[in-house]
């Protein structure tokens, strides 16, 4: 940082009393207000350079700027430099903070929200642990690396520029071939749109296929978020069950009611089940849409966590003559990427998507695209993708390995071929909450997601996560109730 020297010279320096002037002078600035809080001191170096009039040794300031610190005026970050405390002698005389008001002046209504109920249904198994990856896994390097670069770029371009940047047209290049390529389908720039944030890609796409009365075949009846968009669109749903072997004479049935607009498929995200399904169900669904003339929308957010023998195709890689319409993240490696969310379908649904109102560029942030251009076109991501794939599948081995160990006698449970969660199936909801209550009486901290539900009435499922995996944090709940609990007993 550069400093003015006109700033930082001590008046009437007199040999023996630096020490005092130069704490004197500092504390002065502050004091006046010409330095505030978190502002930056010049090293000793340049105090003793801007000064240059009388001989000040480094010790001297040293010991200046160590008193000042003892006594709160400022604080000291290695490698970055000094800077005033926000916390010095008399700050809150001279920065008073506004005082926290604890009443509304005005009347609110409040008997109008005790009416409201929340549109969700109740779920039946109770959320615990993260089922998207760590943090942790992110490459903190490459993106640093990435970051400098690209910072530095934006130092030279101009604003016609950064406007081009803010329209996006690289970046969905790039994702356009990373897509292509990763997920097995060849695709059109035509045929593919970004949308950012998964409820407001479902919200463009169910505001385009469904009129009133029409009905959505639901697979996954317990998602809440699709659940809210559903009642926000006001869209009429049937839950359907795809793990039964009469799924396909269930669907026929619901078809031949009338009124199916579309069926909603999640792959490996079935609620409160999950499965996948299998090429012979693939060709039957899409000869089904044919037939029967509905749509089948395809949100596919597990693609880079794969365990089994060979990667689950998507619909959109058949021959589907537009029934199906694809949604997926690019990525669920960082939070930013999971917000992207690639829209697949017909070249006429998307040109009709892309006249939907502009949004305010929610989500955006052009670095972290500036980044994942670079790491998409050199073939890092998915470098990055199957890393994580390969430390995710030990992790689901060893916690699987974990339950069936502890808990065979408590809870059935499939061992995933995708995804970031395993399903436990406990005997009744009164074994799960007697369960559940005993880790919690033991003083074991229970990772609970938000507004995931408590054991009690009606909830006898576990959604279980291992996005973040501790094999230690997950074993020793499992071990303590298999030695408190007898087999199937509740004591």
Known sequence: MDFDKQLWIIPELARGLYMAQIQQFIIGKIERGDLKPLDQIPPYRMIIKFNSQVKIHRNTVFQAYGKLDDKGWIKTAPGKGTFVSVTFPGHAKLYPQAKSVYQMPVLLHTQSLKRVKSPLKKQSFINVGFVVPSPCHIPAGLYSKYLTMHTKQYEKITQMQQVIDLH????????????????GFGTDPDCMDIIRGRAESLEAVFNLIFNKGDVLINTSAEDAELDLVLNRCKIKSLPLDTTGPDFIAKLIFMLEGGNVKAMHIRPQCGFPKSNNFSVEICLKLIALAKEYGFLLIEEDDYHEFWYGSSKYKPLATYAHEGYVIYLGALSLLSAYTQNIRIVNAAA???????????????????????????????????QWGKSVNNIKQEHLRIVAAQMRNYLEDKAVFNYPESGLNLWLAFITDEHLTAYMSGLEQAGFDIPYMPNSERPGQGIKDMRLGFGSFDSQEAEAPAKFLHQNFNGDSLS
């Not at 996006?168 to 997920?183: H, I, P, Q």
């Open 168 to 183: 996006g047209f690289e970046f969905k290049a790039a994702v356009l071939e990373y897509v292509s390529t990763l997920r």
């Open 348 to 382: 006429d649904f998307i040109a009709l998507l892309k006249l939907r109102p502009p949004g305010f560029f929610h989500y955006r942030n052009l670095m972290d695209e500036k980044m994942l251009i670079k790491m998409m076109n050199s073939g890092e991501l998915t």
